[in-house]
């Protein structure tokens, strides 16, 4: 079964009954499906095609081995309660026995297609297709809390089939049309809860349009490290798999090109901003982006998912590189009020974090004094590095390690502090 060209379950049980009827040589086998709580309603349905027939199950968790723009093998793996699957079981029987023989050796089992399909509301929104597997390792496995916990009756244990398979390709089944209208589409709010409600948006802007898009877990991961060498901007974003074409067309686009030095990725601009319900307090402006790494996997919590303590999420991992980073900072100008730019002034700012919940109401206020103003800040957390003993390498023969400053590290919301982000994106 797939759920290409938004087939429902509904519609495969009755092709697949006909299919047994008429024709009678083709083994069609569809498991019953189990309920699980699964974040975003986005269920991996897999299709196996062996040589002695069909069969398709519904497979809580699934990771890919590798991103899809990775010059490298094709792998995937899965992840559910054990059940009946005759032909799959059959596939890890024949794997098994021929374990030792010659790479070369080929027997009934040994090689099948997978279509994994992604489906929400009974419609497939996103479909790998895997061709040319085969089983290469797979384990039975009692999940449980580590603890005794496991042996009350609400919590429990989950017995299940862990399977890596390794396939010769892996197509991104993406003929859902591009649009070209050239216009921004929003996807909305996620519907996740965030602290202080700071939420980030990013808005891909592409040839033929735009997306904008909110992300529950966003990274940047270089752009502002001091260095001799030429630092890249890369950031990261990860969010509950949804389809969204012009980025998918973008991944999609990485996967083609992925090895080939005489092709062309897609390039497009990224902004990224941190709001909440009343206003933007911080953004970035990043520049001839390309994707570097994007894969779907699957975020579990041992056997909680399968006993119904908890659930299940797939989720779409994306880092994108880019050669251009401008910090936007939304307030600097405003705290200068009416007093002409090429006066020199001196600015004040203070923020106070409004969720703190330190032990004996322990407040970390710091001030930081700088040419053009003075501003104090509440971080919700506060980390200073060893005072009398820290050093670095100096990667000399004669001073292998050097004695340096302190440093502070501080940590919190995204907040309203213009003057540190100026000095910052300086």
Known sequence: MTFKNTKNIALFGIVALFALASIGVSNVHAEENREYKIVGDV??????????????????????????????????????????????????????????SNAAFDHQMKY????????????SIVTLDYNNCRIDNYQVETLDSNEYESYFKEVGFAVVDKIDFVCSGLDLDNNSKIPRNYSLTDYGDSGFNFANN??????????????KIQFPVFNLNSGYEESSENVVAEFQVEGVLDYYPLLFDAIDRSTQV???????????????????????????????????????TTKTDKEEGFTGKSGFVNVLQSTFTCSGLKGLNMYYDSLR??????????????????????????????????????????????????????????????????????????????????????????
């Open 198 to 211: 700071m939420r980030t948006f990013v808005t891909f802007s592409f040839e033929n349009g735009a997306e």
């Open 43 to 100: 269920q991996p349905v897999l299709t196996f095609t062996f040589r002695d027939g069909v069969e398709t199950y519904e497979f809580p968790v699934f990771e890919m081995g590798e991103s899809f723009s990775d010059n490298s093998g094709t792998t995937f793996s899965v992840e559910g309660t054990v059940t009946d699957a005759p032909l799959l079981h059959k596939a890890m029987d024949e794997a098994y026995k021929y374990r030792f």
């Open 258 to 296: 992925s090895g080939l030095s005489t092709a062309s990725n897609i390039d497009f601009d990224a902004k990224v901003e941190f709001s909440n319900t009343e206003s933007t307090l911080r953004g970035f402006d990043l520049t001839s982006c390309r994707v570097s790494d994007a894969q779907i």
């Open 337 to 426: 009020g009416d007093t002409p730019t090429w006066k020199t002034t001196q600015f004040t700012n203070e923020y106070v974090e409004p969720i703190q919940n330190t032990d004996g109401g322990l407040d970390v206020i710091s001030t930081f004094t700088f040419e053009d103003g003075i501003e104090t800040i509440e971080f919700s957390m506060f980390k200073q590095s060893q005072v009398l003993s820290i050093t670095e390498d100096t990667n000399t023969e004669t001073v292998i390690d050097k004695a340096t400053y302190p440093t502070i590290e501080f940590r919190g919301i995204v907040g309203d502090y213009p003057i540190l982000y100026n000095h910052v994106d300086k």
């Open 112 to 123: 099948f297609d997978v279509d994994v399909d992604f489906v929400k509301e009974g419609k």
